[in-house]
Structure formats: structure tokens, C-alpha cells
């Protein structure tokens, strides 16, 4: 589903009807397809947000192997790259860049914007 919102910067695809519908795992991720390639979703706090699914370093599935740590970094645990959630910059200033996307929460659902 596609939402129109008077934000035309974004197509927002509906990934689930509400969190609750969501299935986290013990990290705090998930995965969603979005058509065009599949997003790690992330439970921080209150707030959802979401990023490529597979870690720019080396292609590890950041649902299989994503931790994330109290200051809002992604870990990808197969070689320990760390993304800033917010830049998707690795922390280490290699070049590496993690796709962030934005997260819409409303009464129609959870969407992510492409
Ligand atoms: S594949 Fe994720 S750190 Fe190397």
C-alpha cells in the first residue's frame, strides 16, 4: 500500500497495521519488505526506525546480526562495523553507509518511506 500524504518527499509503503503486529526479536529487530528490497527494522524506546537490511561492509543480515547500543549505534556483529541510526555513518569513518529510511506511525499503520 502506498500512502498519500501532503509529504511528497516519499512514497510510504504500510508495513503493518501497528506495532504490536511487528515480530521484534531479542534484540530489537525486524525485518519488513518493502517491494523493491527488504528494511531492519529497529525498536528504540518508542520509536521505530529503519535501515537497510543487510550491513554495508560485507552483506551480513543485520536482523541475524545487528545489536544496537545505548547511544543509538548499530553494531553488525560479523565484524563489528558500528552505524550511527541516524546518519547510517560507521563510526570508524571508513566510507561505509548504512541506508536509513524514514518511519511514519499513525492510526492507519506503520510505514516506511522510500
Ligand atoms: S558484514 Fe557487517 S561488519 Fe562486516
Known amino acids: 500500500m502506498i500512502l498519500t500524504t501532503k509529504d511528497t518527499k516519499y512514497s510510504w509503503i504500510k508495513i503493518a497495521d501497528n506495532e504490536a503486529d511487528i515480530d521484534f526479536n531479542a534484540n530489537g529487530f525486524a525485518e519488513a519488505d518493502i517491494g523493491i528490497r ?25 536482523l541475524k546480526n545487528g545489536s544496537i547500543d545505548h547511544q543509538g549505534n548499530i553494531t553488525c ?26 518511519v511514519l506511525q499513525n492510526d492507519q499503520g506503520v510505514f516506511v518511506g522510500i
Not at 531492519?40 to 543487510?54: F, Q, R, T, V, Y
Open 77 to 102: 556483529c560479523v565484524h563489528n562495523y558500528s552505524y550511527n541510526i541516524h546518519s547510517g555513518r560507521d563510526r570508524l569513518n571508513e566510507g561505509y553507509y548504512l541506508k536509513i529510511f524514514p
Open 38 to 62: 527488504k528494511v531492519c527494522l529497529i525498536k528504540i524506546g518508542d520509536e521505530i526506525k529503519a535501515c537497510s537490511a543487510l550491513c554495508p561492509h560485507a552483506g551480513a543480515s543485520l
